[in-house]
């Protein structure tokens, strides 16, 4: 039997990558992302015949999310695995010259928005003792880096928060997975490379005699 896999954040990066990868198992995709546009690209890369259904979701509003889940009804209960793709990072400035709607962006995007996708799926898994939660982290939430302030802060968050799920569920048949990777090619990587030089320029200056 097939499992339901919902996506979000699944219009690039990571989440394409699931998406492709599980689309390959033979699983049913619920994808989810701001983007629909890349969503309709992304179905036609798909192996052909893969049962999807496609959302524009952004997580950060609540009646986003609650759009979704109406027009799935009872088949929001069917999901198997839920995969919290959806994050951001904006910004390598230090502390005291970041932009704060920034840290709020992240905040809202990388904590908030992954708590309101996880507690609208969990129940659903609780009632029917199965299940897989795959939340996206970073080697930044353990490892900060000069300029990773909020982004890390909200990376070590989701660390944190997934080792605690893990204890919630403790007894079930639910399963909690934290990935955290490091750089990868993605379309995250590219939006940061300006920021990135500017930070490798501010560290490997000569220094003067």
């Not at 990388?110 to 309101?116: A, D, E, H, K, S």
């Not at 090619?185 to 990135?196: D, G, H, L, Q």
Request: proline share 5%; glycine share 8%; hydrophobic share 45%.
């Amino acid at each position: 039997m097939s499992k339901v896999v919902l996506i979000t954040g699944a219009s690039s990066g990571f989440g394409e990558a699931c998406a492709e990868k599980f689309a390959q198992e033979g699983c049913s995709l619920i994808l989810a992302a701001r983007r629909l546009d890349k969503l309709h690209s992304l179905r036609e890369k798909l192996v052909p015949g893969a049962p999807v259904q496609l959302f524009k979701l952004d997580v950060t509003d609540p009646a986003s999310v609650a759009a979704m889940l109406t027009t799935l009804g009872p088949a929001a209960d069917a999901i198997d695995v839920l995969i919290n793709c959806a994050g951001l990072a904006l910004g390598l400035e230090p502390a005291w010259e970041s932009d704060f709607s920034d840290w709020e962006t992240m905040v809202d995007t990388n904590i908030t928005g992954l708590l309101r996708m996880t507690r609208a799926i969990l129940p659903g898994m609780v009632r029917k003792n199965a299940g897989h939660i795959i939340n996206l982290g970073s080697v930044a939430g353990s490892w900060p880096y000069p300029g990773s302030n909020a982004y890390g802060g909200t990376k070590a968050f989701v660390k944190n928060f997934s080792q605690a799920l893990r204890a919630d569920v403790l007894g079930k048949n639910i399963r909690v997975t934290s990935i955290e990777p490091g750089m990868a090619e993605t379309n995250f990587r590219t939006s940061a490379s300006k920021v990135i030089r500017k930070l490798r320029t501010r560290f490997t200056k000569t220094p003067s005699h």
